[in-house]
């Protein structure tokens, strides 16, 4: 079964300094997808990033981009410029290719400090 | 309308009681899903609809839990006789084609049990 691991429960970062959020996984699968979503006090999950596993290069979206180790299992995010709306909880997910299911880690709470 | 709307938003059930939970998709999606959120965890999946089709239910905890989407549009997450380790909050998502990319997620219902 697919695995994923967040070692960070919590976070936090001065305004408009850079931050890293770590995440793991473990799966024998060569093709699958990984995701970040943002989820804030309102609790909806909101997307941020994703990676196709069988992409090298590292996806980025305006101030969110990825660190993607397929060897090491290893997929972080990294938020530059941070802002006060970054302030939310972190989740990690995984998807096995063709599966309708994420599996999602614990989740890191940041906080962004004016 | 606009997002993918849940309702109620919290639920106070005693103990032993039955519990419905609405989600109303975005208008036109195919694809539903429900996810369970336990406090301090992430989301992990439940059941998969595709139209009216249960295509997934392989995350249902127990024969306690039932999902249902009759025409294809609205669901329920049904719970009979609610115990305290169903205490959470319980996600839907919807989407019309595509990816993970394409998924929307509601504000969730969160369900105490005392």
């Known amino acids: 079964a697919q695995t994923v691991t967040q070692s960070q429960p919590e976070m936090s970062v001065q305004e408009a300094e850079t931050v890293t959020l770590s995440c793991t996984y473990d799966t024998s699968e060569s093709n699958y997808y990984l995701f970040w979503y943002k989820q804030p006090p309102s609790r909806q999950m909101i997307l941020v990033i994703r990676?196709?596993?069988?992409?090298?290069q590292n996806a980025t979206e305006n101030r969110f981009s990825v660190n993607f180790q397929k060897a090491a299992k290893s997929f972080s995010l990294k938020i530059s410029d941070s802002q006060l709306g970054d302030t939310a909880m972190y989740f990690c997910?995984?998807?096995?290719?063709?599966?309708?299911?994420?599996?999602f880690g614990k989740g890191t709470k940041l906080t962004v400090n004016p | 309308g606009a997002g993918v709307s849940q309702s109620p938003r919290y639920k106070v059930a005693k103990r032993g009681q039955d519990v419905a939970l609405r989600c109303d998709p975005i208008s036109g999606h195919v694809s539903l899903f429900w996810y369970q959120q336990a406090l301090g965890q992430g989301p992990e999946f439940l059941t998969y609809f595709q139209n009216e089709a249960q295509l997934d239910k392989s995350g249902l905890p127990s024969d306690r839990f039932f999902a249902e989407r009759p025409e294809g549009s609205v669901s329920t997450l049904k719970i009979q006789r609610t115990q305290q380790e169903d205490s959470a909050v319980y996600l839907c998502?919807?989407?019309?084609?595509?990816?993970?990319?394409?998924?929307?997620f509601g504000s969730g219902t969160q369900l105490s049990v005392l």
């Open positions: 997910a995984f998807s096995q290719g063709g599966s309708e299911k994420l599996v």
């Open positions: 998502a919807s989407r019309l084609t595509g990816g993970f990319e394409k998924l929307f």
């Open positions: 990676q196709e596993a069988y992409k090298q």
